[in-house]
């Protein structure tokens, strides 16, 4: 019986000090964006309220741009689609490819340094000029412009007037335990 009771305390002692050590970043956004129907665009800006629930100093931030996953042959996704044997993502026309651009990243009402990802042209990694320090937030904000894809590649696209539109705007990458 004791044995058991300290299983059981055990336990439950990991378990809390697994709980304690869990986080998960609050992030909260604003999203203005106008659809062209006529190009297939998307022209917006994001607000994004971005807090450190995490212990740690954050001196960098990953964004995804995924629309960029759609703008040439040496994307994750063309590899990924030509080595499945799809061979319509690889001889894409312009046209019938997408890309985000038009990004100025800025935090609090500041113009900040932002780089692609050496490999990953549909991540970026966002500069900060001063720590994020744990329990802060931050207000990051960029304009961005998206040219929509075919939809016959993948979840993001559209079929003349009519679209499926879905990780289409820049966005933190998790960053958790």
Not at 10 to 30: A, G, K, M, R, T
Not at 102 to 116: A, H, L, M
């Amino acid at each position: 019986n004791m044995k058991k009771i300290i299983s059981l305390i055990c336990v439950f002692l990991s378990h809390s000090l697994y709980s304690q050590e869990y986080f998960q970043q609050e992030v909260n956004y604003i999203i203005n964006v106008n659809l062209n129907d006529k190009l297939h665009t998307l022209d917006g800006s994001v607000d994004i309220d971005y807090t450190n629930n995490s212990n740690e100093d954050l001196d960098v931030l990953w964004f995804h741009l995924w629309p960029n996953a759609y703008k040439n042959n040496s994307t994750a996704l063309a590899k990924q689609k030509l080595e499945n044997g799809d061979t319509n993502f690889y001889y894409a026309t312009e046209e019938e490819r997408g890309y985000i651009d038009s990004i100025q990243f800025k935090v609090n009402e500041e113009v900040i340094n932002w780089e692609y990802h050496s490999e990953h042209i549909d991540i970026c990694k966002l500069i900060l000029k001063k720590s994020l320090n744990p329990g802060k937030t931050i207000r990051i904000s960029t304009p961005f412009f998206v040219k929509i894809p075919d939809a016959k590649f993948s979840r993001l696209g559209h079929i003349k007037q009519s679209y499926m539109i879905t990780q289409w705007y820049p966005k933190p990458a998790v960053y958790d335990k």
